[in-house]
């Protein structure tokens, strides 16, 4: 790690949500949205890092629509793994750190206990197959790289499940969540601040499984929000058949942190979320 001598961070992808927290972590980083940096432009990727000379790199810019993954499986792939190829292959020409996020549909969610950094992937849908594929392309170009998966994601910019459930909740009086699919709930805020101090603390190389603590369903999820914001709302648990859907979903996708301290459990971190301006 020594490697890293004169901090110069580079922020590619920082208009989405987490891009929007890693920004307020990362003040001094150069900020690059997709309109100054298209990243799969690969020659762009190159003459833009090679100007800025970055010591890291933190990459938030994916293809994220996991329904529109299906039916656009090249357009996932296009971003989530061959442009992810250009930064890898930028970032060891340059002797730049990676890092990349990653997600929990890597895996098929079948195991009860969850999965550790190296539990046996295999994922379900095609945004879960361009993700393992964006990694597998980060692992074989260079070693000094931070993978992080993460997963349910919720933050102050773009769409997430909190805000959805929070309009529906003003909307209707009952509202149905699957009560069959279980995760770990993220704000993005807490994996931001985690990302610096892995990033600052000079952690060793490799992935990282990172979520706000604990397990719960969407249903789960949702009943809290709903209880957190004093909503006259009735929370209805259902199963996934009754929403039938073209992408299959891993029903068990826990990531297990071996690697770094806890994070906040899910229910603080919403609790935060939810006071910050809303
Ligand atoms: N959201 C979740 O629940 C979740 C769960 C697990 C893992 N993750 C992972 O966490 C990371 C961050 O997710 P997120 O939800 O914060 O993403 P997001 O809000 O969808 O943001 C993605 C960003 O990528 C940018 N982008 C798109 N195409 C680009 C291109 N060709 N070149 C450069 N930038 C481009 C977008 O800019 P424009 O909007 O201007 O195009 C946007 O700012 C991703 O790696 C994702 O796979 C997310």
């Known amino acids: ?111 009860s206990t969850g999965y550790g950094e190296d539990g046996e992937t295999c994922p379900l849908n095609e945004y879960g197959r361009s993700k393992l594929a964006g990694e597998a392309n980060v692992r074989k170009s260079m070693d000094d790289y931070y993978i992080i998966r993460t997963s349910w994601l919720f933050g102050c910019h773009g769409k997430n499940f909190v805000d959805t459930i929070l309009k529906l909740a003003d909307e209707k009086s009952e509202i149905n969540v699957v009560n069959d699919q279980f995760g770990c709930p993220t704000y993005a805020y807490d994996l931001a601040v985690m990302t610096k101090r892995i990033v600052d603390g000079r952690c060793s190389f490799g992935i990282y499984h990172l979520t706000n603590d604990g397990v719960c369903s969407w249903f789960e999820f949702a009943r809290e929000i709903v209880f957190l914001r004093g909503v006259d709302c009735c929370v209805v648990p259902c199963s996934s058949d009754e929403y039938p859907s073209q992408v299959r979903r891993p029903k068990y996708s826990i990531l297990n942190n071996n690697r770094m301290d806890k994070m906040p459990h899910w229910k603080d971190a919403l609790k935060r979320y939810l006071s910050v301006g809303r």
């Open 1 to 111: 790690m020594e490697k890293i001598k004169k901090e110069k961070v580079v922020l590619i992808g920082s208009s989405g949500m987490l891009g929007s927290e890693l920004s307020k972590v990362f003040p001094r980083a150069v900020k690059l949205t997709h309109d100054l940096l298209d990243i799969t432009n690969r020659e762009m990727v190159f003459s833009e890092l090679s100007e800025l000379r970055p010591s890291i790199v933190i990459n938030v810019a994916a293809y994220t629509d996991v329904e529109g993954a299906e039916t656009e499986a090249d357009a996932a792939n296009l971003l989530n793994s061959t442009a992810v190829s250009y930064l890898a292959e930028a970032c060891k020409q340059l002797g730049s750190v990676l890092v990349h996020y990653s997600t929990d549909y890597v895996f098929d969610g079948t195991k």
